[in-house]
């Protein structure tokens, strides 16, 4: 069992689909944290509630997330979210996974490993997310 | 020899960061909105890029210090309200942070 930072396979099929739309004030991704005990990979293709994190003012199913517009940098086309802070929780997680809440089935983006435990008490759990460029945005298509 | 290249998908890198018993300090979401605000390339030149990390330095302290003044300006209306519904210790409390 262990998490492994990844694009979905199946996401990438369901972007073909048009299943998914990334424009801004569209809430539609939500991410939700794991334990170690989850397996979250590129063969992921669905949110599940199988060893999701639990604790103090987490709810299952995570957050939703911001998403930013998708733009051209050069020759690659990106996402970017902004930043996300689980306030006031207390949890521990080793990944997380984007998910697309309103598709039907909330089919899953991808998997992030957080390469250890992290954990809050009673504070801010936050992923920041990396620079919106053509070389370290969160989802790239070059 | 190959004149094509294939197209790719790609996913980024995210990091973490937690707090104990607090949210995260004013200087920890002046720096993520300035690194959301300004970003350096790598493979610019050295002089364009000492000049975004000089303006990114100067926008972070402006973000930082509008940042605090928003948060006392919020105390201030939570302490007035929780004084004028009565409840002067929890106006106390807000007011020592």
């Known amino acids: 069992m262990a998490i492994t930072t990844a694009l979905c396979t199946s996401f990438k099929v369901e972007i073909l689909k048009g299943v998914h739309n990334f424009t801004a004030d569209n809430d539609q991704f939500k991410l939700a944290l794991y334990t170690s005990s989850a397996t979250l990979n590129a063969a992921t293709t669905a949110y599940t509630s199988s060893n999701e994190t639990s604790g103090t003012n987490y709810t299952a199913k995570g957050e939703f997330l911001t998403s930013v517009t998708p733009v051209a940098s050069g020759t690659t086309a990106l996402v970017d979210f902004a930043d996300l802070t689980f306030s006031n929780v207390t949890i521990t997680a080793n990944g997380a996974l984007i998910f697309n809440e309103v598709a039907s089935g909330d089919p899953s983006v991808c998997a992030l490993a957080f390469g250890a435990d992290k954990t809050s008490t009673a504070g801010d759990f936050t992923i920041q997310f990396p620079a919106a460029d053509a070389s370290n945005a969160i989802i790239r298509i070059a | ?97």
């Open chain 2, 1 to 97: 020899m190959s004149f094509f290249k294939a197209p790719q998908l790609k996913v980024g890198t995210v990091s973490v960061t937690t707090t104990e018993n607090g949210g995260h300090d004013v200087e920890f979401w002046s720096e993520s909105a300035s690194n959301k605000i300004v970003s350096v390339g790598g493979d610019c030149h050295p002089v364009i890029a000492d000049q975004a990390v000089a303006f990114k330095d100067a926008v972070n302290k402006v973000i930082a210090y509008y940042m605090k003044e928003a948060i006392k300006s919020d105390r201030t209306t939570l302490i007035a309200e929780f004084e004028r519904q009565g409840h002067r210790n929890m106006a106390d409390i807000i007011r020592s942070l």
